[in-house]
């Protein structure tokens, strides 16, 4: 199939068999086997409901996007309806994994005498949950400081529950398919439960890795269960938790950007509902797409910036000190040879090539044998090959509506079990030249083996996506105790130099934290950078907004002044730059 309304990876994946789908680390993410359906993206303009008629279930999202669960048959029409514009599959996400308020001037600002808290801000996380009895998420009088809860994992059995006199229903939030939402009264009744049993029964929401406790900590803990010394940035804010699901349950559970996407859709919509200006933070990214914020996800992320008094804040990943991405040019008449590796024991392995549409050469793909492909055919569509006891999925694509890059995917599988090991190599043949760049990345180094990657990395657009979008605030790391930038730290700019990312550097190494449990833990990774970044937004809003100073604090705004604000880190010698961009996050000098 070969449907120019669907990302390459949506029609590689529908050309390939289902054994192959399955082996395959990206092309198997969005079918549901049990049901044999697809959870797709799409961006429409106009009216869906003659598409409704013609698929299993649609979440419409806000301005023109949805989320569609359908049958391959149904898909296959879908791209026939004149309101649909583009269609894309999920991505699996990755977690930002890898010293903070006197840093970013958080301190600073309390003894200005503003009395800046993010008191009448929201303050939403969307990523693994939170442990809600933590008392850093609690008032003085130990209820809740959250407003909600929408754990997407806990199925909606529509069973009525019954607390401290009031009965609560099972059931997702008003307009969503999937999932529990748990309200403030509801979360307190589980707070004021006498026993364990009956707390659980109430909220059974849970943060089982403890990454979301340790985001919103960051971003909003009031340190409670430190006297105050472990507190996050806008410690006095309203709270919002959308504890994102995994499709899959057990160890190969992983959350998805169909996921993503409805989370940030109910942050915003219930900040519209009431009206409070948002802050809200995402710890997640990929490496797959153009990064240049043409994918649905960025682009969404882009427009709902627009809709309502917010500031999105997404980490930039931790990629950059990893083998997954290299960048060079092709020049006329020399034939550009990349080399990489293959560990041992490496189930599967895809790759995207990036380059300029105008630029033509031929692509061979080297075994470690000395075996060839030959050179690709060029032209829109799936090619097939085996290499020893690895077979190729190549997809030629074309440029989208969105962006002008051409890209050609590559899909490793293994005919058994893993994947020939050694060094293979990519030959780029020369046909005719106008630009020459290109980009290549592999999946987050999360998911794969140590020793797989290119042999000649480039740690520049290492930044994952969706920091890529424009309208967001893209925050790296740097270490606080050493004020330099932290070398893992997911570099720009964007492909093509389309934008200065990242715009802002936050700390995120050995972070202090809330945990699951009721205290504090140290953490390192630009997960924990973003969310410093989304609380100094809380701050700026509740000075402008709440506090009657300027109406207009949000959105572009803010981030023009924490790039104003933001101060120079140790080794850095121009701004802005792809590691640091504009500077560090320093709040006190942000404040007009």
Same mark, same amino acid.
């Given at each position: ?16 068999a ?29 009216e869906l ?20 669960t ?21 991505? !699996? ?5 890898? $010293? =903070?308020? +006197? ?5 600073? &600002?309390?003894? /200005? #005498? ?11 996380v969307?990523?693994s ?16 400081r ?57 909220v ?10 340790g ?8 340190? !409670? ?5 472990? $507190? =996050?940035? +806008? ?5 919002? &938790?959308?504890? /994102? #699901? ?35 933070n ?36 931790n ?23 293959i560990?041992?024991y ?9 380059k ?14 000395g075996?060839?492909?030959?050179? /690709? ?57 106008v ?7 592999m ?117 023009a ?26 709040v ?5």
């Amino acid at each position: 199939m070969q449907d120019q309304k669907l990302e390459n990876l949506l029609n590689l994946a529908l050309d390939a068999a289902p054994a192959e789908r399955e082996k395959s680390l990206n092309l198997n993410v969005g079918f549901d086997e049990e049901t044999d359906t697809w959870d797709v993206i799409v961006k429409y303009s106009g009216e869906l409901t003659p598409v409704e008629a013609e698929t299993v279930q649609v979440v419409r999202l806000l301005n023109e996007y949805a989320i569609i669960t359908l049958t391959e048959q149904q898909l296959e029409r879908l791209a026939q309806f004149p309101q649909i514009e583009f269609v894309e599959k999920p991505k !699996r996400l990755f977690f930002a994994l890898n $010293r =903070g308020r +006197a840093a970013s001037c958080v301190d600073q &600002v309390r003894n /200005l #005498g503003l009395n800046l808290t993010g008191r009448g801000v929201l303050v939403a996380v969307v990523d693994s949950g939170v442990d809600y009895t933590h008392p850093d998420f609690r008032n003085e009088d130990g209820t809740t400081r959250i407003v909600s809860i929408w754990d997407q994992t806990i199925p909606a059995d529509g069973m009525l529950v019954e607390a401290d006199g009031m009965v609560f229903r099972n059931l997702p939030p008003n307009g969503y398919r999937v999932g529990t939402e748990y309200s403030r009264e509801r979360i307190n009744a589980a707070l004021a439960a006498d026993s364990l049993e009956e707390q659980q029964r109430f909220v059974p929401s849970r943060d089982l890795s403890g990454h979301g406790t340790g985001v919103l900590g960051i971003a909003a803990g009031n340190g !409670r269960a430190s006297a105050g010394r472990y $507190r =996050g940035v +806008a410690s006095d804010s309203d709270i919002l &938790v959308v504890r /994102l #699901g995994t499709p899959r349950q057990g160890a190969a559970g992983f959350p998805r950007t169909t996921e993503l996407m409805q989370g940030i859709d109910y942050a915003v919509r219930r900040a519209l509902e009431l009206r409070l200006p948002l802050a809200l933070n995402l710890s997640f990214g990929n490496t797959y797409g153009a990064h240049d914020g043409s994918t649905l996800l960025a682009r969404y992320l882009d427009d709902v910036s627009n809709l309502w008094k917010s500031v999105i804040s997404v980490g930039t990943g931790n990629e950059a000190d990893k083998a997954g991405h290299t960048a060079g040019d092709v020049r006329e008449g020399e034939v550009t040879e990349i080399p990489f590796t293959i560990g041992a024991y490496e189930p599967a392995l895809n790759m995207q090539l990036w380059k300029n549409y105008a630029d033509v050469y031929d692509v061979a793909i080297i075994h470690p044998s000395g075996q060839s492909t030959g050179e /690709l055919r060029r032209g829109l569509g799936t090619q097939r090959f085996r290499l020893g006891q690895t077979e190729l999925l190549i997809y030629y694509g074309e440029p989208s509506p969105s962006s002008k890059a051409q890209e050609i995917y590559i899909d490793f599988l293994p005919v058994a079990d893993y994947l020939d090991a050694g060094i293979w190599r990519i030959q780029l043949l020369p046909k005719r030249i106008v630009q020459g760049n290109y980009d290549l990345w592999m999946p987050s180094a999360a998911a794969l083996g140590a020793d797989t990657g290119f042999l000649f990395p480039m740690p520049e657009t290492t930044l994952t996506i969706p920091s890529t979008a424009e309208r967001v605030i893209s925050v790296s790391a740097y270490n606080a105790a050493t004020d330099a930038y932290a070398e893992f730290s997911g570099r720009g700019y964007t492909r093509e130099l389309q934008g200065i990312k990242p715009d802002l550097a936050a700390p995120g190494v050995d972070a202090t934290t809330t945990a699951v449990g009721g205290g504090y833990r140290s953490v390192t990774g630009t997960s924990f950078a973003s969310p410093f970044v989304a609380g100094a937004a809380a701050l700026l809003m509740q000075w402008g907004i709440v506090d009657g100073n300027d109406p207009y604090m949000y959105g572009e705004k803010v981030k023009a002044q924490l790039i104003f604000g933001a101060r120079k880190l140790r080794g850095e010698a121009e701004y802005p730059n792809s590691r640091v961009g504009w500077g560090a996050l320093c709040v006190e000098n942000s404040i007009p």
